[in-house]
């Protein structure tokens, strides 16, 4: 039998309003409010892939040795929609959340905090999880709703 449950990575995904628009459409500073981010949750920057949209906006992604955090910023908005998740007890994705928070000025966001899971049924009756067909692995469990003021 499997100890229940191993938690292998925590995921956070942060909507951000009221930011300022002219970070939000800069490629530059995007890079360094994420490679900032990366070292405020305490994760290992591997690479970082951006692209500046025309007119206007900015996609990133940190590729961490913990996993990933990525960006996409409608500065036309004041809003990006960002997604940490981090594997290790070490990393915070949260504190990644916060930390863009401030970068890009913004004035409040929605954070959903998810656990990320390998708990395994007896392998004599796996079962099929809900998310893709996933035979024997849980789906992953939501840990909290909460906004970030």
């Not at 229940?4 to 995007?30: C, K, M, S, W």
């Not at 920057?45 to 040795?65: C, D, M, N, R, Y």
């Not at 960002?82 to 863009?100: F, R, V």
């Amino acid at each position: 039998m499997y100890e229940v449950p191993q938690v292998v990575g925590r995921h956070a995904i942060y909507e951000l309003f009221g930011g300022n628009p002219t970070l939000l459409d800069n490629e530059e500073f995007v890079k360094t409010a994420l490679t900032e981010a990366a070292d405020t949750a305490g994760a290992t920057l591997l690479s970082l892939v951006t692209h500046k949209f025309e007119p206007q906006g900015v996609t990133a992604i940190a590729l961490l040795a913990e996993s990933h955090i990525s960006l996409h910023s409608w500065p036309q908005y004041g809003y990006a929609s960002i997604d940490a998740y981090t594997c290790g007890e070490h990393t915070d994705p949260e504190a990644a959340c916060h930390s863009l928070k401030h970068a890009f000025e913004s004035t409040h966001g929605s954070l959903r905090l998810l656990k990320r899971d390998a708990s395994f049924e007896h392998p004599q009756s796996p079962s099929t999880s809900p998310v893709s067909g996933c035979v024997g692995l849980k789906q992953p469990s939501m840990l909290a709703a909460n906004c970030i003021d």
